[in-house]
Structure formats: C-alpha cells, structure tokens
C-alpha cells in the first residue's frame, strides 16, 4: 500500500521561497513517476511539476516555469519541490501525486493522493 505525506507548507511574504517534501511509502513508488498539483478553493487542479521514476526527466506547469525546482531522493520515495519567487497566486493547497509517468500525473490521473498541504503566499 502507498502513503504520501506532505510537509514544508506554510504562510510567507511574495518573494519568498519556500520547500515542500513528500514521504513516500510502498513499492509502487520506486517505479513511478511522482510530483505535484495544486488547488484553490473553488478552482480547478493546476499541475505543478513532476520527475519521472528515474530522477532523469522533469515537468512543470507554464505558470511555475523557471521559479519551481522538483527533485526526489536517491531511494526514490521522497519527492520535493523548491518553489522561489513566489507570489500571491501560488497560493494553494498543495498535493503530492504519484503513479504511472509523468504524463499521466499532468492529466491528473494520478493512481496515488497526499493529503495536501497549504501554502499561502501574502504580497
């Protein structure tokens, strides 16, 4: 059985950077893909960023592009995601997701849910 565990949310300032990390357990992890989305209340799921099975291929969403960095660990069960520059519209819960590839974590079709962690960026 998988369990994702999402840490590193937070309140801070626009400009700010901040670090979330996903605990992953179970061994469907290490041959999947794993990563991020985020949702406003209200507002539909956004892909954020994820890193395929092997650390060696990433992807991330237009909007956090160049501010957003996604890395996972060498046994591959913990995911992070450094997030820089941030502004008011990162603001969000953040969930980590894993499962299949990459591709399949951007559709949103992810097989496995954190519970999400907050972020709230204030300007």
């Known amino acids: 059985q998988v369990q994702l565990v999402e840490s590193g949310g937070g309140s801070v300032q626009a400009g700010s950077s901040l670090r979330l990390s996903c605990a992953g357990s179970?061994?469907?992890?290490?041959?999947?893909?794993m990563g991020w989305l985020r949702q406003v209340p209200g507002g539909a799921r956004e892909f954020v960023a994820a890193?395929?099975?092997?650390?060696?291929?990433?992807d991330y969403g237009d909007s956090v592009k160049g501010r957003f960095i996604v890395s996972r660990d060498v046994a591959k069960t913990t995911v992070y995601l450094q997030m820089n520059s941030l502004n008011s519209e990162d603001t969000a819960v953040y969930y980590c997701?894993?499962?299949?590839?990459?591709?399949?974590?951007?559709?949103?079709?992810?097989?496995?849910w954190g519970q999400g962690t907050q972020v709230i960026v204030s300007s």
């Open positions: 997701v894993a499962g299949g590839s990459t591709s399949k974590l951007k559709e949103g079709t992810a097989d496995y």
């Open positions: 179970g061994s469907p992890l290490i041959s999947s893909a």
């Open positions: 890193i395929a099975w092997s650390g060696l291929a990433t």
